[in-house]
Each structure stands twice: as structure tokens, then as C-alpha cells.
């Protein structure tokens, strides 16, 4: 399922060239981004970057400045909220207070006039379909966090919307409850065949839940592609920083020959690593590395290459792995965490021991300047 790969496949939801102001203040800057049908979506970033607006012009409740928007094919322009094929579920849920789960669930489906046992057949299916059926004739209130979520989820979806949009749908949820429900949400949309558009500032649940993530800053899109492409090659120091944990050495490339760039930062460390960047000797970049690409270790690797002295400064046991924070001679901490099942127990790395982080030549990726 890589549509976005195919160039025959037409873009379901197309925002083009949108800029959106709110007097002198532009909350979207020329955007363009293509989302295809059946795909999970996520729009990341951190507050006040675009992404709620991005939605809501979508849904029809704000008009862009600049720029168009196409639902299969169809400008959305001057076509009101009820009459275009999305359904939003807010993060607050607004589910009303004093009507049954049953009734929450069937509210849209009256008020569109459809035939009564037609919405008692509906509103059963989605009660099956979000596992609610011994729950319909409780309050809002009877119910459980994760219980209101999925009503929620029931109303937004018995409509049956072509397109779903979800702002920041698990944030009122606990961290065991939201890792489950992330996997659910992803199971109905699947079910169900529905295009999916997400906005969170949470780059776990993005990460877990959409086949795409677009990350967005100042009311642009800095980098979009699967969560592995954002992940394993971030194209700047804030996508990296923003999804997951990273280390950041600055320098300046000495060589570079076949692919590979040697770096050389101010503190001495040579750094070797393998780069698509067309880089020049002399230039300024940062190396960037994940914590888990780093090892530690009590012996200083041959040749000095890719590695770095420190003392080890915090130990942080997870269950799963154990995090080092590791206080270099320059005085930068840096994060190696290791998997606890690979990880040997005996004569274990301690507090204030002088250790080596190293790391191999396809463990990190190199950012221009
Ligand atoms: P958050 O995660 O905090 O909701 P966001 O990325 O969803 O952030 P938006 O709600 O899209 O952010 O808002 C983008 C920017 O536009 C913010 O700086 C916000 O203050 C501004 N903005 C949004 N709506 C309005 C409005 N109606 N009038 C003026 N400014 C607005």
C-alpha cells in the first residue's frame, strides 16, 4: 500500500498551494500536500504550527486565504461543512451529557432524516463495530474514558464519512489505554476502508498509527514520508529532534569520497559516516544519531574512529532497555540507551566510569548547515 509512489493514482484529498491568515498573521504558509484514499494520515508538529487550521479548512469551518482544496477530485470551495464527505472527532469529544450512548450515536443520522429503523439497525452495527453493545443505554457520565472515546468514535463514523478527521483523538486518555486504542483506531480504519487524517503533537502515537506523517513548523510541511523514512532519515535537525531522541555533533567535513564524509568536530572527534548528501570538504554539518545506534563500551575502539570518551553521568532502567547519559569531555551529554535483552548483566556499566560511545558508519545521517 504505497500510493503515493504511484504516479497514476489520483490524490483523494489535495491542498494546494493553501495559505491561511488570520489578519496580519499567516498560520499557513503555500502548503501543498496530497493524501490518498484509504491512508492513514498524520499531521505532527508542535503547537500553533498549522495543523488544527489545516484540518478545519478541510472540514469546511475556516475558508483558506490562498489556494485550493480537492476531495476526490470535487473544489471544496464555497461547499458548507455539512454537504462535504468528512466527519471530524474533536478531542473533547462533545458528546451531549443527558442522551444515551444511543442516542449520541444517532443524533446526525435523525437530523439527516433517515428512516428510524434504518438508525436503530445503524447505530447497533456501530455499537458492535466500537465493542459498546451491552453499553447503549448509559449516560455519558456511566462511562469510562476510553468507553466515551470510542461513543465518539461511533458518532463520528456512522455518517459513514469518506474521510475521517481526528484532532488529537487520544489525548484525553491514559498512556495504557491510548497505546491501545491507537492500535484499534487502526484496525477499524482498515476495517472499515476509510482515508484517515490525524493531527497530533505526539510523535509516538503518529509514528504507531499512520502509513504517512507529514511534520509541520511555522505553517509548513518540513519533511513528509512513512514513519520509518522520518524516523531513519530525518532532512533536518528539527525533524530529527521532534521524532524521537537524538544526538547532534557538529563539525566540519575533512574528506568525503564513495558516499562516505569524514567530519571532524571542534573537540577532535572524527566522525566517518556513510551520506546521499553531495557534500564539500570544509563545509559545516551536524551528524545526527539515534541513542540506539550508540554503544558503550569499556574499551577504546581501534583507530579512534566514530567514537567518543565520557563519564557515565545517569543511568535510566526502562524494563525494556537502559538508557546512559554520558557527559563528554566538552561537557555535552549524550544518550546511548541499549536493549536489556542484549544487554549483559554481568559486571554491569556504573556510575562515573569512564567508558567509550561508538558507533558504526550507516548508524547516523549527516545534515547539511
Ligand atoms: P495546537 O496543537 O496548539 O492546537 P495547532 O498546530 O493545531 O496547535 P492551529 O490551531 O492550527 O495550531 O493554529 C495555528 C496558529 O494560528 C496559532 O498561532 C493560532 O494562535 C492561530 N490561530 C488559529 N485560529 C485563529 C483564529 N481564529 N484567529 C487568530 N489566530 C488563530
Redesign the pocket.
Known amino acids: 500500500f504505497e500510493p503515493w509512489n504511484d504516479p497514476d493514482q489520483r490524490p483523494y484529498i489535495a491542498f494546494e498551494n493553501i495559505t491561511k491568515k488570520?489578519?496580519d498573521?499567516v498560520?499557513v504558509k503555500d502548503l501543498t500536500l496530497h493524501i490518498y484514499q484509504k491512508e492513514f494520515f498524520a499531521l505532527l508538529?508542535g503547537?500553533?504550527?498549522?495543523?488544527?487550521?489545516?484540518l478545519r479548512m478541510l472540514a469546511g469551518f475556516e475558508n483558506p486565504t490562498d489556494g485550493q482544496i480537492l476531495l476526490d477530485g470535487e473544489n471544496m470551495a464555497g461547499v458548507p461543512p455539512y454537504k462535504r464527505p468528512v466527519n471530524m472527532m474533536f478531542q473533547s469529544y462533545a458528546l451531549f451529557p443527558h442522551m444515551s450512548v444511543e442516542k449520541n450515536i444517532a443524533f446526525g443520522l435523525k437530523q439527516d432524516g433517515m428512516a428510524k429503523s434504518e438508525i436503530e439497525d445503524r447505530v447497533s452495527d456501530m455499537l458492535k463495530l466500537v465493542k459498546l453493545d451491552q453499553f447503549g443505554k448509559r449516560k455519558p457520565h456511566q462511562l469510562s474514558g476510553g468507553q466515551r472515546q470510542r461513543v465518539a468514535l461511533a458518532r463520528s463514523i456512522a455518517k459513514r464519512p469518506k474521510v475521517l478527521l481526528l484532532d488529537e483523538p487520544l489525548g484525553a486518555l491514559d498512556k495504557k489505554l491510548r497505546e491501545e486504542t491507537q492500535f484499534e483506531l487502526m484496525d477499524l480504519q482498515q476495517d472499515l476502508g476509510l482515508t484517515f487524517l490525524v493531527?497530533t503533537?505526539d510523535q509516538e502515537e503518529a509514528m504507531t498509527m499512520a502509513d504517512r506523517i507529514a511534520v509541520?513548523d511555522l505553517g509548513r510541511i518540513v519533511q513528509i514520508g512513512t514513519p520509518v523514512e522520518t524516523y531513519e532519515a530525518p532532512k533536518s535537525e528539527f525533524v530529527a529532534s521532534f521524532i524521537g531522541d537524538i544526538n547532534l555533533f557538529r563539525g566540519e567535513v575533512t574528506g568525503i569520497s564513495d558516499g562516505v564524509a569524514d567530519i571532524e568536530t571542534a573537540d577532535g572527534m572524527h566522525i566517518r559516516s556513510e551520506t546521499a548528501q553531495p557534500l564539500q570538504a570544509g563545509q559545516k554539518v551536524s551528524f545526527a544519531i539515534r541513542p540506539e545506534k550508540l554503544r558503550v563500551s569499556r574499551i577504546k575502539p581501534e583507530g579512534g574512529i566514530n567514537a567518543a570518551s565520557g563519564e557515565v553521568w545517569d543511568i535510566g532502567y526502562l524494563g525494556d532497555m537502559t538508557v546512559f547519559h554520558v557527559k563528554l569531555g566538552n561537557g555535552e551529554i549524550v544518550k546511548a540507551s541499549l536493549l536489556n535483552a542484549v544487554r549483559t548483566v554481568e559486571d554491569p556499566i556504573g556510575y562515573d566510569e569512564e567508558i567509550w560511545v561508538c558507533f558504526n558508519t550507516d548508524g547516523g545521517v549527516v545534515l547539511g548547515s
Open positions: 488570520f489578519g498573521f498560520a508538529g503547537s500553533g504550527c498549522g495543523k488544527s487550521t489545516l493531527v503533537h509541520m
